[in-house]
């Protein structure tokens, strides 16, 4: 299956895992870049605009003839990908899921989304590779764990699954979704996470550390 990530800022690890897992599992990735400059909600440069449109994102994303969609995103973000999502939506017509932080907190709002037809609440490898697998081989998708399914106008919001006991079993991040892009290729020499979660420890973020 050919699985298409769209995202529009800086390098992020989570995606990479994702894409390293699904390629384990036999199916091709590719990410949808976006600089979001032009229209960044905090700056307007028409000339930007033009440049960096959407429509041209969403001509890049129909070359690559994806049959699943995937979003991960924080709050901020929010918006952008509700724009994205319904683009994305209208002119490919294939499945999108959403996941990462916003979507894992408030899967309620996410799920009742247009452009959204399955939400991931935290983990996501194991549960996007068996959605992948599932519907490439026509297998039912309604009891994936760690997924809130919309599907034939019923939302199957199904357990969440226990968390992976040891990063040693995953691999290692796919950066070569990433390095294609410019921007990414000058950054990856200053950017290394070595843990599994955010190392931080903020007190109003849900990923509190007691």
């Known amino acids: 299956m050919r699985v298409l990530f769209y995202y529009n800022s800086v390098y992020y690890p989570?995606?990479?895992?994702?894409?390293s897992f699904l390629?384990?599992?036999?199916?091709t990735t590719e990410l949808l870049f976006d600089p979001v400059i032009g229209s960044n909600h905090y700056l307007d440069v028409p000339l930007l605009n033009r440049i960096i449109?959407?429509?041209k994102l969403v001509q890049k994303a129909i070359r690559f003839n994806p049959d699943l969609i995937a979003f991960s995103f924080v709050t901020n973000q929010f918006q952008d990908m509700q724009l994205m999502g319904r683009l994305l939506k209208k002119e490919l017509r294939v499945p999108i899921i959403a996941g990462g932080t916003h979507p894992t907190i408030i899967p309620e709002q996410v799920i009742k989304e247009d452009w959204a037809d399955f939400v991931c609440i935290g983990e996501g490898e194991e549960a996007l590779?068996?959605?992948?697998?599932?519907?490439?081989n026509n297998i039912d998708i309604t009891s994936i764990k760690n997924l809130w399914i919309k599907w034939?106008?019923?939302?199957?919001?199904?357990e969440v699954r226990p968390m992976h006991p040891s990063i040693d079993e995953i691999s290692f991040p796919d950066r070569d979704i990433f390095n294609k892009y410019r921007h990414y290729r000058k950054m990856r020499r200053r950017f290394l996470l070595t843990t599994r979660e955010c190392p931080y420890n903020c007190t109003y973020c849900f990923n509190e550390r007691k």
């Open 23 to 27: 390629k384990q599992n036999g199916h």
């Open 129 to 136: 590779a068996e959605l992948a697998g599932n519907l490439e």
């Open 14 to 19: 989570g995606i990479g895992l994702l894409s």
């Open 53 to 55: 449109s959407k429509k």
């Open 152 to 158: 034939q106008n019923v939302i199957y919001k199904n």
